[in-house]
Protein backbone atom coordinates (compact mmCIF):
# COMPACT_ATOMS: atom_id res chain seq x y z
CA UNK A 1 0.00 0.00 0.00
CA UNK A 2 2.92 2.32 0.95
CA UNK A 3 4.36 1.87 -2.80
CA UNK A 4 0.68 3.22 -4.29
CA UNK A 5 0.94 6.25 -2.47
CA UNK A 6 4.41 6.85 -2.75
CA UNK A 7 4.97 5.69 -6.74
CA UNK A 8 4.43 8.41 -9.37
CA UNK A 9 4.31 7.67 -12.97
CA UNK A 10 7.14 9.14 -15.42
CA UNK A 11 4.89 9.23 -18.00
CA UNK A 12 1.88 11.33 -16.13
CA UNK A 13 4.89 13.47 -14.21
CA UNK A 14 5.48 17.48 -15.36
CA UNK A 15 8.80 17.86 -16.25
CA UNK A 16 10.15 21.17 -17.98
CA UNK A 17 11.26 21.23 -21.36
CA UNK A 18 15.18 20.49 -21.11
CA UNK A 19 14.51 17.28 -19.22
CA UNK A 20 11.39 16.21 -21.58
CA UNK A 21 13.86 16.72 -24.58
CA UNK A 22 16.47 14.39 -23.17
CA UNK A 23 13.84 11.73 -22.16
CA UNK A 24 11.44 11.43 -25.58
CA UNK A 25 13.94 9.56 -26.94
CA UNK A 26 14.43 7.37 -24.76
CA UNK A 27 10.78 6.75 -24.36
CA UNK A 28 10.09 5.89 -28.02
CA UNK A 29 13.25 4.15 -28.81
CA UNK A 30 12.50 0.38 -29.94
CA UNK A 31 15.49 -2.08 -29.73
CA UNK A 32 15.71 -5.81 -29.99
CA UNK A 33 18.57 -7.47 -28.83
CA UNK A 34 19.86 -10.09 -30.83
CA UNK A 35 20.57 -14.12 -30.13
CA UNK A 36 24.38 -13.45 -30.61
CA UNK A 37 24.05 -10.14 -28.10
CA UNK A 38 23.07 -12.37 -25.57
CA UNK A 39 25.77 -14.74 -25.96
CA UNK A 40 28.15 -12.31 -26.05
CA UNK A 41 27.51 -11.88 -22.22
CA UNK A 42 29.20 -15.33 -21.55
CA UNK A 43 32.38 -14.01 -22.92
CA UNK A 44 32.91 -12.10 -19.56
CA UNK A 45 34.02 -14.10 -16.18
CA UNK A 46 31.78 -11.38 -14.30
CA UNK A 47 28.44 -12.58 -15.91
CA UNK A 48 30.10 -16.71 -15.24
CA UNK A 49 30.64 -15.66 -11.23
CA UNK A 50 26.80 -13.91 -11.30
CA UNK A 51 25.24 -17.22 -12.42
CA UNK A 52 27.32 -19.31 -10.24
CA UNK A 53 26.17 -17.23 -7.49
CA UNK A 54 22.57 -17.01 -8.28
CA UNK A 55 22.78 -21.23 -8.50
CA UNK A 56 24.46 -21.71 -5.39
CA UNK A 57 21.73 -18.85 -3.51
CA UNK A 58 19.31 -21.03 -5.03
CA UNK A 59 20.90 -24.46 -3.86
CA UNK A 60 21.80 -22.84 -0.21
CA UNK A 61 18.42 -21.63 0.27
CA UNK A 62 16.74 -24.94 -0.67
CA UNK A 63 18.79 -27.07 1.73
CA UNK A 64 18.38 -24.40 4.42
CA UNK A 65 14.35 -24.55 4.37
CA UNK A 66 13.51 -27.36 3.02
CA UNK A 67 15.94 -30.76 3.76
CA UNK A 68 18.17 -29.54 6.96
CA UNK A 69 14.66 -29.08 9.15
CA UNK A 70 13.66 -32.29 7.86
CA UNK A 71 17.11 -33.89 8.13
CA UNK A 72 17.18 -32.73 12.02
CA UNK A 73 13.64 -33.84 12.69
CA UNK A 74 14.01 -37.35 11.08
CA UNK A 75 17.41 -38.58 11.47
CA UNK A 76 18.23 -36.55 14.47
CA UNK A 77 15.47 -36.40 16.14
CA UNK A 78 15.66 -32.74 16.82
CA UNK A 79 12.18 -31.21 16.43
CA UNK A 80 11.85 -27.50 13.96
CA UNK A 81 11.08 -25.86 17.51
CA UNK A 82 14.17 -26.69 18.82
CA UNK A 83 16.09 -26.26 15.94
CA UNK A 84 17.12 -22.91 17.36
CA UNK A 85 18.39 -23.48 20.62
CA UNK A 86 21.59 -25.47 21.30
CA UNK A 87 21.15 -27.39 24.43
CA UNK A 88 23.49 -26.90 27.30
CA UNK A 89 26.03 -29.55 28.23
CA UNK A 90 26.40 -30.08 32.23
Not at 65 to 79: D, F, K, R, V
Amino acid sequence: MLWFLIYRDPRRRCCNRRTKNICEPNREAKSSVSLRQWTSLFRFRAMWALMLGAFCTGYITWMYQTWLPAYLEMQQHISIAKTGFWPRCR
